[in-house]
């Protein structure tokens, strides 16, 4: 951390904000020095100065407990309590998102807390972390889904995902960082911690074809509701998550040019920015969907259909939830006959990995706004007919003259450099 310069004690300008720093030393049955600090952005020099207060006697009653001899009871939920406020406090300070911080928060809640919540932060190791593993490869999902109102849905208690829980424990890793300097431990339980999750933990990764694409929509139209057909086909033309489709309003749309704009997502009714960066796009529309769209609107603005700013609200005006959307999509795909289980993540995944197969990475990107190459590959599905394909495509024929070698497999290339002697 760049402490900057110095303008009073304990406290410096760091150009971008202010670092507030104290030191404070405990003499008993044993001495202690305890230090704190933190970089304070987008605060007044009187604020940074109430912060260095509130660190100097949280410091202070740390060194005098630890001074008289007296071992933490500190548990990690308390611990978690005071990482959701520093949380707040980088959200509020634009270092990070509101989804990120949620996240995290969601991720405390529901994998790390339950099981590590009651342990003394001083006496957590390593043993402990593996121990967690073991408990979250266990854990299953609820056996029921909301959808409006009290209304539930069964389903099956399957186990969490390799990405869900390898996402717990990115945010187990940075909690226990925090903890490490927030309770001043001897060192990080989870620093030298490893995990490899078994690959088939989770649901298998599914695809659709494109005969399956085609079944699906047909199947969609025996629905009483007509918009459900034409929210799959945006959804499947645009690779948009759940939260994008249900977030999209009639303004979005430039029908003249062909476009729809992801500028926005909807989660648990709240409107946000898009997942990242590469989220934010334009979507081409081809012309057949342009045409549904132009009766739609019409048939939108005749029917004063309610929450009608947004392109597919639900029946009484408000965001569809993704459990709507892909309870609707089991019931289509069960009536075309489509043995797999249809969500709409499912549908992104069939978007990219189409365009990828019919064009290349660089636009199934551009299609589906993700930022890496890594995310592109792990939502595509590579069969050996197209590997095969593709080493054709970039060798040619070059591999066929060693079939035609001597016996021995050595070949002679006549035209090739000579070997000089000497």
């Known amino acids: 951390m760049r402490m900057g310069k110095r303008i009073a004690p304990g406290l410096y300008d760091a150009g971008d ?19 704190k600090s933190e970089k304070l952005v987008g605060v007044t020099k009187a604020q940074a100065l109430v912060r260095l207060e509130q660190l100097k006697e949280r410091a202070r009653n740390e060194a005098e407990s630890m001074a008289r001899g007296e071992t933490s009871t500190t548990t990690l939920s308390a ?8 949380l707040g406090r980088r959200v509020t300070r634009g270092e990070i998102t509101k989804r990120t911080a949620d996240g995290h928060t969601d991720r405390l809640q529901t994998f790390i807390l339950p099981v590590l919540g009651a342990h003394d932060v001083a006496r957590l190791t390593p ?6 593993m073991r408990s979250v490869e266990a854990m299953k999902r609820p056996s029921v889904r ?9 389903q099956e208690s399957l186990p969490y995902s390799k990405g869900t829980l390898m996402g717990a424990w990115r945010v187990l890793r940075a909690f226990l960082a925090w903890v490490t300097v927030e309770a001043d431990l001897p060192r990080n339980p989870a620093a030298f911690v490893r995990w490899d999750i078994e690959a088939n933990s989770g649901n298998p990764r599914v695809w659709m074809t494109k005969g399956e694409v085609a079944l699906l929509l047909e199947s969609a139209k025996a629905e009483a509701d007509a918009r459900l057909r034409l929210m799959c086909v945006v959804a499947l033309v645009g690779a948009m998550r759940s939260s994008e489709v249900s ?15 992801i500028n926005r997502s909807v989660v648990h009714g709240v409107f946000n920015k898009p997942k990242t960066k590469g ?6 529309l081809p012309s057949e969907v342009v045409e549904e769209l132009r009766a739609y609107l019409c048939w939108q603005d005749d029917n004063e259909v309610k929450g009608r ?41 069939t978007t990219n990995d189409l365009v ?5 990475d660089v636009v199934a990107r551009a299609v589906t706004g993700h930022v890496t190459a890594e995310m592109t590959e792990h939502y595509s599905a590579f069969d050996l007919e197209e590997k095969a394909a593709a080493l054709k495509s970039a060798f040619g024929d070059v591999f066929g003259g060693l079939a035609r070698g001597n016996s021995t497999g050595a070949t002679r290339d006549e035209e090739g450099p000579k070997v000089l002697d000497g």
Do not use: C
């Open 309 to 349: 700013p947004l392109l597919f609200p639900s029946s009484v005006g408000t965001p569809q939830t993704p459990d709507t959307i892909n309870y609707a999509l089991e019931r289509i795909a069960k009536r075309a006959g489509i043995a797999k289980r249809i969500t709409s993540h499912v549908m992104r995944r």
């Open 356 to 360: 990828r197969r019919a064009v290349n």
């Open 127 to 132: 043993k402990d972390v593996k121990g967690w």
């Open 279 to 284: 989220s934010r796009r334009v979507v081409a």
């Open 146 to 154: 909301r959808g409006r109102g009290k209304k539930t849905w069964a």
């Open 79 to 86: 611990y978690a309590r005071l990482f959701v406020e520093d």
């Open 17 to 35: 904000g202010y670092v507030v720093r104290v030191k404070v030393t405990a003499v008993g049955s044993l001495k202690t020095t305890k230090w």
């Open 247 to 261: 977030a999209l309003q009639r303004s979005d749309l430039d029908l003249d040019h062909g476009t729809a704009t």
